[in-house]
């Protein structure tokens, strides 16, 4: 029986949904997606969902263009399918939309974000381009908890990863990339194995009892 029911949100490739959808099949994250919602109707991670059997909801930024607070409108439409398939955990994965506090209130210490740098250096776009041109030595990419501030909320787990002197762009987000694909899927296992503890900015990752 899975223990955390998952709504993931993307606007693009989905990378990260299929490490998690794999992760799932292989038995290493007890966790079901109930649905993927996107803000792009082109989102390749839309027929990935689809090609696994998984329900998918396209929901148009367009309908809402227009209205007073129309991205809020839009994220009162968001919870509604989150609220119908009963969503316990909400998966930000390449989601290109900055989600407003109907959601992040509504899924307050409930919902995950993956960033591809070591936050709190370089939130915000084009992360790998802003490690290279800052000249780091180091970058890699961080799961934290989602709050209001974008890519600010408690840090849950990091990698790092090498960025070498002829890194192309390319170079070095597909050897972040690696990495997101490890370690997104290992921090929704630590969700669902009830080991994150929100302690103001910080999150304590409690131990193992299955293995003490
Ligand atoms: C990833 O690099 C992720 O860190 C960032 O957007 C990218 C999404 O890639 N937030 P994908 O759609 O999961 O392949």
Redesign the pocket.
């Known amino acids: 029986m899975a223990s955390v029911v998952l709504g993931v949100l993307?606007?693009?490739?989905?990378?990260?949904?299929?490490?998690i959808i794999d992760a799932i099949e292989a038995g290493k994250l007890d966790a079901r997606i109930a649905v993927v919602v996107s803000n792009k109707l082109e989102?390749?991670?839309l027929e990935r969902a689809r090609s696994h059997g998984i329900k998918t909801v396209f929901l148009d930024p367009k309908f809402y263009k227009g209205q007073p607070n129309s991205r809020e409108a839009y994220d009162v439409a968001v919870l509604d399918v989150l609220k119908v398939h009963d969503v316990g955990l909400v998966i930000?994965?390449?989601?290109?939309k900055i989600v407003t506090p109907v959601l992040i209130d509504a899924y307050e210490g409930r919902m995950m974000?993956?960033?591809?740098s070591l936050l709190p250096s370089f939130p915000g776009l084009a992360?790998?381009q802003q490690a290279l041109d800052w000249g780091a030595k180091v970058s890699g990419?961080t799961v934290h908890f989602a709050t209001e501030g974008v890519d600010e909320g408690p840090i849950i787990l990091q990698a790092a990863v090498p960025v070498f002197e002829d890194d192309t762009v390319e170079d070095l987000?597909g050897r972040?990339?690696e990495s997101?694909?490890r370690i997104y899927p290992e921090a929704i296992q630590l969700y669902a194995e009830k080991r994150l503890v929100i302690q103001g900015r910080q999150v304590k990752v409690l131990p193992n009892r299955s293995s003490a």
């Open positions: 993307i606007s693009g490739r989905g990378s990260n949904l299929q490490s989102a390749f991670g930000l994965a390449g989601y290109m974000n993956i960033h591809p992360a790998q990419c987000s972040i990339l997101e694909h």
